[in-house]
Nanobody
Framework: QVQLVESGGGLVQAGGSLRLSCEAS????????MRWFRQAPGKQRELVAA????????????YYADSVKGRFTISRDNAKNSVHLQMNSLIPEDTAVYYC???????????WGQGTQVTVSS
């Protein structure tokens, strides 16, 4: 069973930065995609950023929601079995619980972390 553990959330003023981390219980090379979602109270969970890679090629594709383009950066650290979300120029609308998500190349199972709270004050 794959475990995903998020960390790095907290309270920050508008304009500040936070770096979220998601540590997996096994090599992230087994995942074809890892993603960050967020969900604010009373709102739908939305995709924030994604990183997708291929085991057969060196291609890596990143995706960002329009609302965070230019402010957020997703990255991976294979040696530490982790993915990160660097969040800069934070605004109150970024306030939400942020969840790490992963799917393997095989198996068809979705894996979710427990979430980490991000609160941006004005």
């Amino acid at each position: 069973q794959v475990q995903l553990v998020e960390s790095g959330g907290g309270l920050v003023q508008a304009g500040g930065s936070l770096r979220l981390s998601c540590e997996a219980s096994e090599s992230i090379s087994s995942f074809y995609t890892m993603r960050w979602f967020r969900q604010a109270p009373g709102k739908q969970r939305e995709l924030v950023a994604a990183i997708t890679s291929s085991r057969s090629t060196s291609d890596i594709t990143n995706y960002y929601a329009d609302s965070v383009k230019g402010r957020f950066t997703i990255s991976r650290d294979n040696a530490k079995n982790s993915v990160h979300l660097q969040m800069n120029s934070l605004i109150p609308e970024d306030t939400a619980v942020y969840y790490c998500y992963a799917r393997k190349f095989t198996g068809g199972t979705d894996y979710w972390g427990q979430g980490t709270q991000v609160t941006v004050s004005s």
